[in-house]
């Protein structure tokens, strides 16, 4: 089994930055893929990244591609999501996730989530 924990969030203005942090416990953790979603008030949830388990590959959501780094530290049992340049339709409630498939991003466990509010 596999815990979850995400921290980090705030309210930040268009432009800023802010780095989320997804601490996990369990055994399992080093050798899963990981996750980054959100989902904002009356929209479905949206796939923001993902990161295999040794960090080797990463894919980004087109809306996020070149803002937005997921990293991870397998020692640390922690993903990070380092957000730069925000915007305020960066606004969500941020997840992250274990993985049990790479291509759909299908996940197993999830955390509590972490809001992220970006003011214009």
């Known amino acids: 089994q596999v815990q979850l924990v995400e921290s980090g969030g705030g309210l930040v203005q268009a432009g800023g930055s802010l780095r989320l942090s997804c601490a996990a416990s369990?055994?399992?953790?080093?050798?899963?893929?990981m996750g980054w979603f959100r989902q904002a008030p009356g929209k479905e949830r949206e796939f923001v990244a993902r990161i295999s388990w040794n960090g080797g590959s990463t894919y980004y959501a087109d809306s996020v591609k070149g803002r937005f780094t997921i990293s991870r530290d397998n020692a640390k049992n922690t993903v990070y999501l380092q957000m730069n340049s925000l915007k305020p339709e960066d606004t969500a409630v941020y997840y992250c996730?274990?993985?049990?498939?790479w291509g759909t991003g299908a996940y197993d466990y999830r955390g509590q989530g972490t809001q992220v509010t970006v003011s214009s």
């Open positions: 369990g055994r399992t953790f080093s050798y899963r893929a």
């Open positions: 996730a274990a993985l049990t498939n």
